[in-house]
């Protein structure tokens, strides 16, 4: 059985080189695949392998002071989710800086609230805003109830958006993304705008929906892996879909890559299986569809 981790630590990394040599031939005797960013700020890592790898992998980890008290977040794997292990180097560990405005999350960051006080929370009828911090292109299959979904096309477009929540700046907000790696920046950069009661969800929706599987996170939620979503319990009568087919216009939740290789626009969309083209295959164009069609025939 196959299982995928999703973890990151913002802590003080001394020579991100040495670790990136250190994590490459460890990964590599574990056969796992993935993509690990390491940085001066920490490490931010998503990686698939058989269990007992994986396991091998955390136990490792955790035995290293800087990382002891990471957060795995676990899930099964198709065996196939990453092509390849890509670690890289990187100023930050999220991709997006945000100017002057920057933030260090071990100096400015949200509160952290988890699962288990949010799922109070939704029932104790308290006034409270969710933001979600993720792209447009993953709240379109998932969000929370009654949050507030900011068109981000990127993170780093963070202080574009500041605008529209400016009447949130005496209320009590919860910061919400994947796994938490987002937050912990995007809540810091709320409490340096002068927000005052400012929290991030801990360890993420990806937690949040595996403990309170259909409950207030409606639809799945968009990883970044082979995947491309996944949900708990998602064969419920509880279960909604909250997306749509971008050819019919029908329910769907099923988010595919244009199935043409260089395809260059929009790779990325949901697709009912009504809509697959002749070939049983989702493109996102006919342009697509039939230049797919010229290539195959001309290898043949
Ligand atoms: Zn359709
Ligand atoms: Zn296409």
Redesign the pocket.
């Known amino acids: 059985m196959h299982q995928i981790l999703l973890y990151y630590k913002y802590v003080n990394i001394e020579d991100p080189q040495a670790l990136l040599n250190e994590q490459r031939s460890f990964c590599e005797s574990l056969n796992l695949k993935g993509r690990i960013i390491l940085s001066k700020e920490g490490i931010n890592g998503t990686v698939e392998g058989l269990a007992e790898d994986t396991q091998k992998y955390i136990s490792v980890m955790l035995a290293d002071t800087r990382f002891k008290d990471m957060n795995f977040k676990i899930s099964e794997g198709t065996g196939n989710a990453f092509p390849k292990l890509s670690i890289k180097l990187r100023n930050e560990l999220v991709s997006g800086h945000l100017g002057e405005d920057d933030v260090d999350p071990n100096v400015t960051t949200g509160k952290y609230i988890t699962a288990e006080q949010l799922h109070e929370l939704f029932k104790s009828g308290e006034e409270f805003y969710i933001i979600d911090m993720r792209n447009d292109y993953e709240h379109k299959v998932g969000y929370f109830k009654n949050s507030i979904l900011p068109a981000l096309s990127n993170f780093r477009d963070l202080p574009k958006i500041l605008g529209d929540l400016e009447h949130l700046k005496d209320k009590k907000i919860i910061t919400v993304c994947t796994g938490g790696v987002r937050c912990e920046k995007a809540s810091g950069y709320l409490v340096k705008k002068g927000f005052k009661y400012v929290y991030q969800l801990h360890n993420g929706i990806v937690t949040y929906m595996e403990k309170y599987p259909n409950e207030d996170f409606l639809g799945k939620l968009y990883v970044f892996d082979g995947r491309v979503v996944m949900g708990f319990d998602t064969e419920s009568d509880k279960h909604v879909i909250v997306s749509n087919c971008d050819k019919c216009g029908k329910p769907s939740e099923n988010y595919v890559d244009?199935?043409?290789k260089h395809?260059?626009?929009?790779?990325h969309f949901i697709c009912c299986t009504n809509c697959y083209s002749e070939d049983g295959k989702p493109?996102?164009?006919q342009?697509?569809?039939e230049k797919s069609r010229v290539e195959i025939n001309a290898t043949r």
């Open positions: 244009c199935a043409y395809c260059k626009g929009h790779r493109y996102c164009s342009e697509c569809f």
